[in-house]
């Protein structure tokens, strides 16, 4: 023990200063440990006013997004050891508004979230009685990928899209969406795309592939998205083509 | 717009389209007449056989194509070059025009040129 | 948009700009974004190909006077860059296809590899053929 790096952090106090500065703390550093313990022991130990989310610390919560050295990254996965023994700077999640320190504020995800109805929705429902809907492994297989969000919003840290469009639907977003649209169990794939169709859904998307560079769960929400182009294009060729309609 | 709606995604398969043709085609065609044979690397073909090529219906019927996809896909990738890149979203509606009017002149272009080849 | 009432419990916000250079700020950006350009080359050689298909059909002077324009330090140049970007765009094309398209196949999925490889498969015909019909005749 007794080696030590730098982590320069990034503080918002909007109280006191109306720009974000950056702080110099030195936490121990072992092979083991993560940029998210560097923050914990500022806050138990060095500087307890340093405001961050965190929860499982296992990268399944997906709140500890952050930029590490201008990368976004879930910090409770990401190894001091990898940067060491160059100081590490830690900034809140690009394309977010900042709250404060490194806490950015996710409400315009959470409501593009809702907006693309993220659950399974059928015109007539089963009652109970009538058991579960079932589903072959091949089934499940065709979306598994797309379930495997953990909403820690790296892509849309990522995005430049979205940077520069706000009003992008994002990622994370479409990813979910199709997620249940490729459900054998969901039928309200036409009901999304009405949604999508926008010049800010998934035609705005193009296709820089950041995203799936960024996503710890291996998502690849830029594949997700170019499917659901494709499939949305072939829908208007064929109703473009046979205009009285196939169903 | 309705309108608006249905016409994204085909412009979008036009612009996939013209990746397509373009990614296939242009890069031999490049290399052959915009380095290899004004530089004499390779030797240009004789103007006989260059227009018996040319002028066969299939040949100009794959130019055509390669020519109109390719000109709509430029469109469809600088119209949201210009739209995202350069932040100018105040002026979508002249972009649009321009780009997709650009691309429609273009292709009666390629359209009556190939014509005249094939016929004259 | 009214500007929200600062109260103690509901502070300034920090919103920070995207730089007009974003582009430039990782390599992946630029990347992306010189890809993006390559569109430019594309519509170049439509119009490249369509001057030499004008020049064709008004004789076999038309043509040689093409060959000799196309031999211009400025042409070449155009097209030296033009054939840089447009190889650009197949492959990064190439590259991306199989995240686009997802084939089904006998009740399985088509491995990425075997979409990428028959675009590429695709690419060397159509060059082969160019290349065959065009040179040595």
């Known amino acids: 023990m007794g080696d030590r790096i730098t982590l320069q952090v990034a503080r918002y106090r909007p109280e006191k200063e109306s720009e974000a500065t950056f702080q110099e703390y030195e936490v121990p550093y072992t092979k083991d440990w993560v940029v998210l313990d560097g923050l914990n022991y500022i806050k138990d130990r060095v500087d307890g006013t340093l405001s961050y989310r965190w929860s499982c610390r296992m990268g399944i919560c997906g709140s500890c997004g952050m930029m590490v050295n201008g990368e976004p990254k879930l910090t409770c996965a990401t190894f001091l050891a990898d940067y060491a023994p160059a100081p590490v700077r830690v900034e809140p999640l690009t394309n977010f508004p900042v709250i404060r320190d490194l806490i950015v504020d996710i409400g315009d995800f959470m409501r593009k979230l809702v907006s693309v109805k993220p659950w399974i929705i059928r015109e007539q429902e089963k009652p109970l009685s009538q058991g579960e809907y079932r589903q072959t492994p091949q089934e499940m297989d065709e979306y598994k990928q797309f379930s495997m969000c953990i909403n820690c919003m790296l892509c849309y840290a990522a995005c430049p899209i979205y940077g520069l469009d706000p009003k992008f639907v994002g990622p994370a977003a479409i990813a979910l969406a199709q997620r249940y649209n490729l459900d054998s169990r969901d039928e309200a794939s036409t009901e999304r795309l009405e949604i999508l169709s926008d010049h800010e859904g998934i035609w705005g998307c193009t296709f820089v592939g950041e995203c799936t560079k960024v996503c710890p769960k291996h998502v690849d929400p830029a594949g997700a998205i170019q499917r659901y182009k494709l499939s949305a294009a072939l829908e208007a060729l064929k109703s473009f083509l046979i205009p009285w309609g196939t169903s | 717009m309705v309108v608006k709606r249905q016409l994204e995604p085909l412009l979008w398969l036009l612009f996939s389209a013209g990746g397509v043709f373009a990614a296939l085609l242009m890069p031999s065609l490049l290399l052959l007449f915009g380095l290899a044979f004004p530089l004499g690397v390779l030797a240009p073909p004789s103007y006989e056989h260059l227009r018996a090529v040319l002028s066969h219906p299939f040949t100009l019927l794959v130019l055509f194509f390669l020519c109109t996809l390719s000109l709509f896909h430029w469109a469809h990738r600088f119209r949201y070059t210009l739209y995202d890149g350069l932040q100018i979203k105040h002026l979508n509606e002249v972009i649009t025009v321009l780009c997709y009017g650009g691309a429609i002149i273009g292709s009666v272009a390629a359209a009556y040129l190939m014509l005249r080849l094939g016929m004259a | ?137």
């Open chain 3, 1 to 137: 948009m009214d500007t929200p009432t600062y109260t103690e419990y509901h502070p300034r916000w920090l919103r920070r700009r995207v730089s007009t250079y974003w582009w430039m700020q990782r390599g992946s950006y630029f990347a992306f974004i010189l890809r993006e350009v390559s569109s430019l080359s594309v519509a170049w050689f439509v119009v490249y190909l369509l001057m030499l298909v004008r020049a064709v059909t008004q004789g076999q002077a038309s043509y040689l006077a093409f060959l000799e324009w196309s031999r211009q330090p400025l042409i070449l140049s155009i097209n030296i860059v033009s054939l840089g970007l447009v190889v650009f765009h197949a492959i990064t094309w190439f590259k991306l296809a199989p995240q686009a398209m997802v084939v089904h196949f006998g009740g399985r999925r088509v491995p990425g590899s075997v979409i990428a490889g028959s675009n590429y498969g695709a690419w060397i015909v159509a060059s082969v053929v160019v290349i065959w019909l065009l040179v040595g005749a």
